[in-house]
């Protein structure tokens, strides 16, 4: 993205840039080497290992035998993308608490640590979001100065200094959530960050599905999704409910979380 704005307007002003703008990468790829990259614009930020640990994010360390089980639900979930040609990834749970947000985060981190693909976390959950707080991230600039206009998506993103990782972040609750989740604005970013590199897997984290009308609005919009259930939280109507309303949705799979262990997944 072309940081040099049109006569007389700020750069504040401007965001997201025209379509006919260059884009400028955010990441350079290095010369004969497969899915190594140097960060060129994105903020590189180091994470406290003892605040991941107390946010249960275990694939921080991709030697850690606790990470078996998201490993798996990585290679599970990209063999159905790959098969599909599918790209962008939606994650969702019934209720709050279900632990869909740490999910996210220690796919997206193992994605990015087993594979030459680079993955791109994005907080979509407006209305309570978890993904910058779990990392321990800054925020000066975040998803919200960028849909407000206020940053270009350069300026928010970040890279927690794990290779083939870049997180976008979101400060704060989002005022009529719903009405921004279903703009247009929204549109374009979706296809931004998507389209940017050929090898991006996107995962979003959505807002429960059963909360509000926010993850019904923006689903259309992804190209699958995967459901995290909390064992002993969500009742059966709720997961059949859920199930009704991602009829129509490419559901690559369930997760259920056990509420008494650090992190364990059933796929």
């Avoid at 940017?196 to 993850?215: E, G, H, N, Q, V």
């Avoid at 259930?229 to 059966?236: C, E, I, L, Q, W």
């Avoid at 109507?237 to 364990?264: F, M, Q, T, W």
Wanted: hydrophobic share 40%.
């Amino acid at each position: 993205m072309d940081r040099n704005t049109p006569t007389g307007k700020n750069i504040h002003q401007v965001s997201p840039a025209p379509a006919d703008t260059p884009k400028v990468p955010t990441v350079r790829e290095r010369p004969g080497e497969i899915g190594q990259f140097d960060y060129v614009q994105t903020k590189v930020v180091p994470l406290n290992p003892e605040h991941l640990e107390r946010n249960r994010i275990i694939s921080f360390n991709k030697n850690s035998n606790m990470s078996g089980a998201i490993d798996l639900l990585r290679t599970q979930v990209l063999q159905a993308m790959e098969d599909n040609g599918w790209r962008t990834l939606a994650i969702t749970s019934p209720t709050p608490e279900a632990g869909k947000t740490v999910l996210a985060v220690n796919l997206a981190m193992s994605i990015a640590h087993h594979t030459t693909k680079t993955a791109l976390l994005v907080d979509f959950d407006l209305r309570r979001p978890r993904v910058g707080s779990s990392l321990g991230l800054p925020m000066e600039k975040a998803l919200n100065d960028v849909l407000d206009g206020n940053a270009w998506l350069e300026e928010a993103l970040v890279n927690p200094t794990l290779p083939r990782f870049v997180v976008l972040p979101t400060r704060e609750p989002v005022p009529m959530s719903t009405e921004v989740l279903s703009s247009p604005k929204v549109d374009h970013l979706i296809s931004d960050l998507r389209d940017r590199y050929d090898s991006r897997i996107c995962i979003f984290d959505l807002p429960p599905l059963l909360s509000s009308d926010d993850a019904m609005t923006v689903l259309p919009k992804f190209d699958c999704v995967l459901l995290v259930v909390a064992n002993g939280m969500n009742s059966k109507k709720d997961i059949e409910d859920c199930l009704y309303h991602l009829a129509s949705s490419n559901l690559v799979g369930a997760v259920l979380n056990k509420a008494d262990e650090p992190l364990r997944t059933y796929y």
